[in-house]
Every structure is written in structure tokens, then in C-alpha cells.
């Protein structure tokens, strides 16, 4: 089967080919077809259905294009397994808002629609608990998120937190005083700080006392008016600690709690305070609780296949094999 695509725009077909053709070779590789361009005609070739479905991703694809949105990667992937999925219809929703501006002039955006969701939850709510797998986004976009209330003088202070699961083996090894000692375990939510406001801005506010990036210990006692508060890694929180760290909340003030359940660093005798937050606290009104997937991943695709990969194998069941002596074992 054939379809012709017609351009009105000749920027936006040279947004969505990209560089050396590569959004292009990617929608072939997906789904089976050939696009050749004729000048401002795309010319798709192949089977009936998957002809179907790049005619949808391209044209999707061209309306971003056509509202200023950069076609990377990642937005190709991502067209890709909505109209794979029936939902290609959605791509009119995706990166609408700007949440943030980086201290370099780059607009920070939701990339998928999962992402969306998890913006929209943390502006209606007071408590936000986003749960999903690496690169899905919950800390950077939480990060910026605090940034844009404090611009805003929505709030005071912005406070990040996490807790440092190996203090009692391995911090006392560590060069320097207490502050040196956890330094390492809040890193990521320094850079993550240093993008959104510079190095320097950041020093200056961190300096007065407006941000304040703290294990999750220093949170103990203190009542926190006025702050954008998120606590990173929360799978690595007791029920104790979290149960603490969520009685802090005061008023004016705005909690994101973020981590991944299938990271778990704790020994085996203690409970995740996040999976246990998210099953004691799931209908609680003014507390939104996101589960990000695979699909909202925004690093690098390698990545994505790697995290479904794992979850095929946490859902394969064991399999029975019999012995020489009839007797049925189990193999993982």
C-alpha cells in the first residue's frame, strides 16, 4: 500500500527528519515502511496497517513541529508506542506548559503524557507521591517544579531531602565533616539544582537559607511553613522515617515525594515507608499518588528496554521440571 502526505511547511518536515534523517530511519525501523520525501509530499510504502500508523506518527509529529516543539528521539519513541497503542489522539496534549526555565534559557516540559499527569498533581495537591522506574523524570521535573513556586514567591524555601541508607557502614570512611560525609547521597539533586538556577544563584540562595538540600535525619523535630519540600529515594525510608518526614508538613507548604519501589536498598526485615505511604494513604483527599511507567522513561532507549526487560522477568512464573525420582522441582 501507498499514502501520500502532504507538507505545508517545509521547517517542520526539516524538524521532523532531523539530523541525517534519523526521526525518519527510526518510524521505518519501528513499523516496517518506507517514506521517501518528494519535495513537499512524504510518500509512504509497506503494509496497509503499518503504512496507517506512520502516516499517524508523522502527522503527529508535524504538529509539534508546527507548535515550535524540538523532534528528538525521544519524542519519536514516544509518538511511536501512542499510536502503536491507539492513542495517538493524545499527542495534542504533550508539552503544552512550560514548567521551568533553566538558568541557561531552556524551557523544562513534560515529555509524555504520564509526566503531564504528575505536574498537573503536584500544582492541585498538597502531597504528591510520584512512584516509577529511573529517567522517568520525578525528581527533575519535581526540582523544577519547586523552582517555578519559588520564582513565583509561592513559597520561601525550597528543602530537598534524602536519606542516606548506608550511614552506619560506609559514611564514617569518607573524607571530611558530617556535610562532606553526605554530600555524595544529595548529588543528584545538586545537579539537578545547578541546571535549573546556575551555580551561583544557587550558592547565594543556599547561602540565606532559602534552599536547603539535607539527609532526611536533619528533617527530624523541625515543623516546615511556607516550603516546597521533596524527599528523593523514598523507597529507601522506613515506615518510621516517613511517617516522621510527612508529619513535618506545615503551613504554605507543598511535599513531592518521590522513588522507585523496585530499588529498594533496605535489609530485608524493614518495609519501604513508600510502599507502605502508597497503600496507607491512597484515598486521601489533597494527596495524589503517580505511577509513572516505562513508557514516561526520557533517557536513553537503551534504558526503556532495559526496565521492561526487568519487569518480564519479575512476571515470568517459575517453571516446574521433574527429577529422575518424579519429584516436581521448581526452576526461577
Known amino acids: 500500500m501507498e499514502k501520500i502526505i502532504n507538507v505545508e511547511r517545509m521547517e517542520d518536515l526539516i524538524s521532523v527528519f532531523g539530523s541525517l534523517d534519523e526521526n525518519i530511519k527510526k518510524i521505518e525501523q519501528s513499523l516496517s515502511v518506507h517514506i521517501a520525501n518528494r519535495g513537499t509530499e512524504l510518500k509512504l510504502s509497506g503494509d496497509e496497517e503499518n503504512v496507517d500508523k506512520a502516516a499517524r506518527t508523522l502527522e503527529g509529529l508535524m504538529a509539534l513541529a508546527a507548535r515550535g516543539e524540538m523532534i528528538d528521539e525521544q519524542k519519536v519513541r514516544y509518538l511511536i508506542s501512542l499510536v502503536q497503542s491507539g492513542n495517538n489522539e493524545q499527542v495534542t496534549q504533550m508539552a503544552k506548559d512550560v514548567v521551568c526555565i533553566t538558568a541557561k534559557g531552556k ?190 522513561v526520557v533517557r536513553h532507549a537503551l534504558v526503556q528496554e532495559i526496565i521492561s526487560a526487568y519487569e518480564r522477568a519479575a512476571q515470568k512464573p517459575e517453571q516446574k521440571t521433574s527429577g529422575k525420582d518424579g519429584c516436581k522441582r521448581y526452576k526461577k
Open 107 to 296: 524551557p523544562i516540559k513534560a515529555k509524555t503524557l504520564g509526566q503531564q499527569r504528575y505536574m498537573k498533581a503536584i500544582g492541585k495537591n498538597t502531597i504528591t507521591i510520584g512512584v516509577g522506574p529511573a529517567g522517568t523524570g520525578k525528581t527533575y521535573l519535581a526540582v523544577a517544579a519547586a523552582v517555578a513556586a519559588f520564582r513565583e514567591r509561592t513559597v520561601n524555601r525550597i528543602i530537598l531531602t534524602r536519606p542516606a541508607v548506608e550511614a552506619g557502614e560506609r559514611l564514617g570512611f569518607l573524607p571530611g565533616d558530617l556535610q562532606n560525609k553526605v554530600d555524595p547521597y544529595l548529588r543528584p539533586l545538586y545537579d539537578a539544582l545547578y541546571d535549573m538556577l546556575g551555580p551561583e544563584t544557587f550558592q547565594k540562595y543556599q547561602e540565606r537559607g532559602s534552599i536547603e538540600v539535607a539527609p532526611l535525619a536533619y528533617m527530624r523535630g523541625r515543623t516546615l511553613d511556607d516550603s516546597f519540600i521533596i524527599l528523593d529515594e523514598a523507597q529507601n525510608t522506613t515506615r518510621e522515617q516517613m511517617k516522621m518526614f510527612l508529619t513535618r508538613l506545615g503551613f504554605g507548604s507543598k511535599i513531592v515525594i518521590t522513588g522507585d519501589v523496585t530499588q529498594i536498598d533496605l535489609p530485608d526485615d524493614k518495609v519501604s515507608g513508600l510502599k507502605d505511604a502508597v497503600r496507607v494513604l491512597e484515598n486521601i483527599n489533597d494527596i495524589a499518588i503517580c505511577r509513572l511507567t516505562a513508557a514516561d
